[in-house]
């Protein structure tokens, strides 16, 4: 007789703005299949080629169900397996004798893995909150966009995606939402029947640049400028909203100043396109009254990628495009959830707090924390790290140095995990977490404004354990008695949000669960009143708390660390800049491992423009090598217009183990950090390229 089938709803807990409503079919209980819910309004019945593949993902063959400890050297990947409670005790041993000496030896790595409320940074946080551990600057991705939103804005906040449909101009910026959001293109494309006009600005012409109606090919991180240049025309053909500015922004006079300084002529030189260009489009901008951006972080992961975010975003407040709901601007609307990020993680917890905070390590510079020795101002030297949502041997940057850190054999390592990637390998303890169809979670977004629940689907897989089980787990053998440690994911799900606050009006938890996901009660228009969430309750232009840190109160644009105009030098041995955004099938480095949407990605190529390919004597199809100081990674070129000159695209992220050569971009980025939020600058990196 054949096992019933029966039907789940599930989330999708991947980086990425969509934030998908998921229907699982379930039989003998095992998930064989995922699909959009049709129910959903921002899923609209669609899913993405790699989460469409899901149940491929939960059931693999080389999913880990056991834990397991470490038999070779670090790295090698040798492991035999073990039970859970001498996992525990192997943990609890050697944790509790560096906490017992110094807690701040311990650090945790974690990023998006998943964007769970409950599997991200519940439990763990009050885990290591407890123990006193450091803390983790987690700004890998986003921390710059939000920092320039924060400082313009209030928060991560704009408008909704669905009335992009309605637009009637978007710019399309730094980003590629064919690959990395789905659910906007939709809108877009609908937007496009209408009769809007799509124009991409970005350094690549994209998937999704390719089908606008016009790709403006920017140098890499001149993307402030180049909004500091549409500024200059709006305000010198006076194409502004004059009552919008008077009441609903602070700083026009200084903005002014600022962006008469930036006329087209010498935005055109920095950013190496047309005058006209910039010009006709501030024109045509400041002229469309339903004119909307889409931005994506892509134009971020530079130095200047803060004040990027701010020139950027100050734009529709000119113009008065936020009196449209099809009007405005969205990087990110994560900011609109009333979440309660105390009640999740629990940073009373830490011993001594306020007063006292443990430090802060930012994951960014994970290679250099690893190898420094401890001093007086660095604080003690790191002696374990506890990675789980992550993968830093293959997504952090300065790839040497980071594997350099892992590979020591006197730290301790343990990594939760759903595979062996590039980062288990160096593990001294592996223990298999289970994957989102096997758990409870809830969801914010942070490219629609619903808040959701993720129930169950199937049992956990083999010996797998949710990551809050796994730290209720090491706390208990480690003695901790602190009752928040032990709270049900239940009980964390439902301390998640704000029940109280507005945009939560008529939902509580048992609604959640029951409908699966709640709509916040938002205007259309978010900020046609103002009402934005600064100190002032205006789009700040000027922004007196920059002012007050001693950092410039205006948005500017700050060249590359790394270009021919700030450092020549370097770019007379490296004349190329280099982007890696990420592969279509891929997420970052999720989905690497499995094989049919590897395969679509073949292997790891390097788009590179004719000029620059002529000038090296490489053709199409050449494997190359592509180095700086830092590193080399090897590619197969594919000489195309695609990137423009000068520039070179490695879309990304493979796992090293599976590349080739064991390599993969992060070979040559760097450590160093952008102007605001302290964020990552994988976009920000000079290279030379040679045949091999």
């Not at 993902?57 to 397996?81: A, N, S």
């Not at 309660?340 to 917890?349: E, G, I, K």
């Not at 083999?462 to 730290?471: D, L």
Request: hydrophobic share 40%; with cysteine; proline share 6%.
């Amino acid at each position: 007789m054949n096992a019933p089938t029966e039907f789940a709803r599930a989330v999708c807990p991947h980086d990425c703005p969509d934030t998908c409503a998921i229907r699982v079919t379930v039989e003998g209980g095992r998930a064989i299949k995922v699909a959009g819910d049709p129910d959903h309004p921002p899923t609209q019945g669609a899913l993405c080629t790699k989460v469409s593949r899901y149940a491929e993902r939960v059931h693999h063959p080389r999913r880990l169900t056991t834990p397991m400890k470490r038999v070779g050297r670090k790295g090698e990947g040798r492991f035999e397996p073990i039970s859970w409670d001498e996992a525990f005790e192997l943990a609890a041993l050697r944790l509790s004798g560096i906490a017992g000496r110094a807690p701040e030896a311990i650090l945790p790595y974690s990023y998006a893995g998943t964007m769970g409320l409950v599997q991200g940074d519940s439990i763990a946080q009050r885990f290591f909150h407890k123990l006193g551990a450091s803390q983790l600057d987690r700004t890998i991705c986003a921390a710059a966009g939000a920092a320039g939103l924060k400082y313009t804005y209030g928060a991560s906040l704009g408008m909704h995606t669905e009335f992009f449909a309605e637009s009637e101009l978007i710019l399309i910026w730094g980003s590629n939402p064919i690959a990395s959001n789905l659910h906007f293109w939709t809108r877009a494309q609908e937007a496009k029947r209408r009769g809007a006009r799509l124009i991409a600005i970005d350094p690549y012409r994209s998937l999704t640049a390719e089908k606008c109606h016009q790709h403006i090919a920017i140098k890499p991180g001149t993307d402030g400028a180049f909004a500091l240049g549409m500024m200059n025309v709006l305000i010198t053909e006076d194409l502004l909203d004059h009552a919008y500015i008077a009441d609903h922004t602070l700083g026009f006079s200084e903005l002014k100043t600022r962006a008469l300084s930036y006329p087209p002529s010498r935005v055109a030189e920095i950013c190496g396109v047309d005058e006209q260009v910039i010009v006709e489009l501030a024109r045509l901008y400041g002229s469309t009254k339903k004119a909307a951006i889409r931005m994506n972080y892509g134009l971020q992961r530079v130095r200047g990628g803060g004040n990027a975010v701010r020139a950027i975003a100050c734009l529709p407040s000119l113009t008065g495009a936020w009196r449209e709901r099809a009007g405005g601007v969205l990087l990110s609307s994560a900011g609109w959830a009333p979440v309660d990020s105390h009640a999740l993680q629990r940073p009373d917890l830490m011993p001594g707090w306020p007063a006292k905070v443990s430090r802060v390590i930012n994951m960014n510079a994970i290679g250099d924390a690893l190898l420094h020795p401890g001093d007086a101002a660095f604080g003690p030297k790191i002696e374990a790290i506890i990675v789980y949502n992550s993968n830093p041997v293959a997504v952090a940057p300065d790839s040497e140095r980071v594997a350099a850190g892992f590979a020591r054999e006197d730290l301790f390592t343990i990594v939760l995990e759903h595979f062996q990637t590039d980062t288990a390998d160096y593990a001294d303890l592996l223990l298999p977490a289970t994957t989102q169809l096997e758990h409870l979670d809830v969801h914010k977004s942070y490219g629609h404004t619903d808040v959701m629940v993720n129930l169950p689907a199937i049992a956990p897989v083999g010996g797998a354990r949710p990551n809050t089980e796994i730290f209720r787990g090491l706390a208990r053998h480690m003695g901790l008695d602190e009752p928040a440690l032990y709270d049900s994911d239940e009980t964390v799900a439902q301390a998640a949000f704000r029940w109280d606050d507005a945009a939560l009006e008529g939902v509580d938890w048992e609604s959640l669960k029951k409908m699966g996901w709640a709509k916040l009660n938002l205007p259309d228009a978010p900020f046609a009143e103002g009402r934005f969430r600064t100190p002032s309750g205006k789009c700040e232009f000027f922004s007196e708390r920059l002012a007050q840190q001693g950092l410039d109160p205006l948005p500017d644009y700050l060249p590359p660390y790394e270009s021919a105009d700030s450092a020549p030098e370097l770019a007379a041995l490296y004349p190329l800049a280099m982007i890696s955004p990420p592969a279509r099938n891929f997420l970052n480095s999720t989905f690497v491992n499995i094989e049919s949407l590897r395969s679509t990605e073949g292997e790891p190529h390097l788009d590179i423009h004719p000029a620059d390919a002529q000038q090296r004597s490489i053709v199409d199809g050449d494997q190359v090598r592509i180095f700086n100081d830092r590193g080399s990674m090897q590619a197969r070129a594919r000489v195309t217009d695609k990137a423009r000159e000068g520039l070179v695209v490695g879309l990304s992220i493979w796992w090293k183990k599976l590349a080739p050569d064991g390599r993969n971009a992060n070979q040559v980025t760097s450590q160093a950090l952008t102007d605001l939020g302290a964020s990552a600058t994988f976009y920000d990196c000079l290279v030379e390229v040679e045949r091999t």
